[in-house]
């Protein structure tokens, strides 16, 4: 960890695999370039794999940081961590826009769960990144930001000063489902099942955690 007056680079993944839900839909606008898609991106109240623990509320202030860039389509996250033979503060606390894979158009809370309505660049990383998508790769998010951690307990417990910088999209560990949870355009269930592309079991099973997750009325038959 690098301090600067007291503040440390935080690069967290999320880890909660009660939510790692693989739904494997091929989903591409040819118009646009673009993978629209919702994804988990962090827990808060409980520790991570960094044994560091952020509160809803300090959470709840970096979304809010952060809402001039959403209201203005300009909050970007990179392709991986910015990282290098040593650590400069101000590069981490930049997006850079080279550097850029996906835009983060909106939050959402779900009970301890921050959520995130984003969609794939067209060009550069955003390439990559909607490229991988299409193949079927595991894509995870992970926070970037800076805080003073504040050691109670064996744990870190991120407090003020605090800046949110943004989510990245990252490669993690098969038990680190900060992951997409829904791609928001293309084929809905029934088409997905009529095509081959899922199983009647793996249909049941989305749209049961789609219902009880995210939506109160799927508003699809699954038509087979």
């Known amino acids: 960890m690098i301090a600067d007056k007291e503040m440390y680079l935080m690069l967290e993944g999320a880890e909660y695999s009660q939510y790692d839900l693989k739904i494997n839909e091929d989903v591409y606008s040819a118009s646009t370039n673009r993978v629209s898609f919702e994804a988990i991106l962090q827990e808060a109240d409980e520790p991570n794999k960094n044994l560091r623990v952020y509160s809803m509320s300090l959470l709840k202030e970096g979304i809010e940081s952060l809402d001039g860039q959403v209201k203005s389509s300009s909050l970007l996250g990179e392709l991986d961590h ?15 826009y080279k550097e850029a894979s ?25 390439k990559i990144l909607g490229g991988l998508i299409r193949d079927k790769v595991k894509i995870g ?21 605090f800046k949110m910088v943004t989510y990245d999209s990252v490669s993690v560990p098969s038990n680190t489902p900060a992951y997409i949870t829904k791609l928001k355009e293309g084929l809905d269930l029934s088409d997905m099942l009529k095509e081959n592309i899922v199983s009647r079991k793996d249909a049941d099973m989305i749209k049961e955690y789609l219902h009880k997750k995210f939506i109160k009325n799927i508003p699809f038959d699954m038509g087979v």
């Open 102 to 126: 996906h835009r983060i158009n909106k939050f959402n809370i779900d009970g301890k769960l921050i959520l995130g309505d984003l969609n794939t660049l067209s060009e550069g990383n955003g």
């Open 141 to 161: 998010f992970s926070l970037r930001a800076l805080g003073k951690l504040n050691p109670q307990g064996g744990l870190n417990i991120v407090t003020k000063p």
């Open 82 to 96: 910015p990282f290098g033979p040593t650590v400069d503060v101000s590069r981490q606390a930049t997006v850079m």
